[in-house]
């Protein structure tokens, strides 16, 4: 079974609409890293996440941690079609090995 | 821009060849890692590199060798592939092993 479950696997949203996706763990987080990837190019880093209960923001997209059920949350608000891709977590499992595992992705189309 | 480069972008090489992958970091980092991103599958981390010193090899074939001349540069020596091994091979570098890592565009291999 996938170490990091991401869901859903994708997601077709209205331009406007707020939208969440979800990224679980079978092991202890010990950091938490968010990415968006264009379809076949580099991953654009987005935030990081280390403590339990930590919430970052940047422009319409907040991640939180929530260290005890091993999980973070990615929610976009009044999303724009700019917001489409695909998003990745990722996750230090090891404690601070630079070893990340990753998750499918979630891919995101914005219907203008 | 990440201020992560790879070279080639685009590589097609029959399995009998002998080619290389080029990265380089223009961010000051002290990591640098090799990942492989095949279709439907999480991205997969190959080796890592902490101040030129490769520490992790994530059970990667011996057909795959990396070579990192000094913080800034990191080399995947490739000989003998498999069909398999065509995929997005994707180069990140990070501050310290507990940084978040900042990709390169990849380089998109197709083994004939």
Not at chain 1, 57 to 76: F, M, P, Y
Not at chain 2, 6 to 23: D, E, I
Not at chain 2, 93 to 100: G, W
Request: glycine residues 8%; contains cysteine; proline residues 4%.
């Amino acid at each position: 079974s996938q170490e990091l479950e991401q869901s859903p696997q994708s997601l077709i949203v209205q331009e406007g609409k707020n939208l969440t996706i979800n990224c679980t763990s079978s092991k202890t987080l010990y950091g938490l890293y968010w990415y968006k990837q264009k379809y076949g190019e580099g991953l654009i880093f987005l935030m990081m996440l280390q403590k339990g209960g930590e919430e970052k923001s940047h422009e319409k997209i907040t991640a939180k941690l929530d260290e005890k059920k091993q999980q973070s949350s990615l929610h976009i608000t009044a999303s724009q079609p700019s917001h489409a891709g695909i998003y990745l977590c990722g996750a230090d499992i090891w404690a601070s090995q630079g070893n990340l595992i990753f998750g499918k992705g979630t891919k995101l189309s914005v219907k203008p | 821009e990440t201020g992560v480069t790879q070279t080639p972008r685009h590589l097609v090489m029959g399995m009998t060849n002998k080619k290389s992958l080029k990265c380089e970091q223009h961010l000051g980092h002290n990591a640098m890692y090799w990942y492989k991103q095949s279709a439907k599958k999480p991205l997969e981390l190959m080796f890592v590199y902490n101040f030129k010193e490769q520490t992790e090899n994530n059970s990667v074939p011996s057909r795959f060798s990396p070579e990192c001349p000094n913080s800034s540069h990191l080399f995947l020596h490739l000989h003998t592939l498999q069909p398999e091994d065509s995929a997005l091979y994707l180069c990140a570098s990070s501050q310290r092993l507990t940084y978040e890592q900042y990709f390169g565009p990849g380089t998109r291999l197709t083994v004939t």
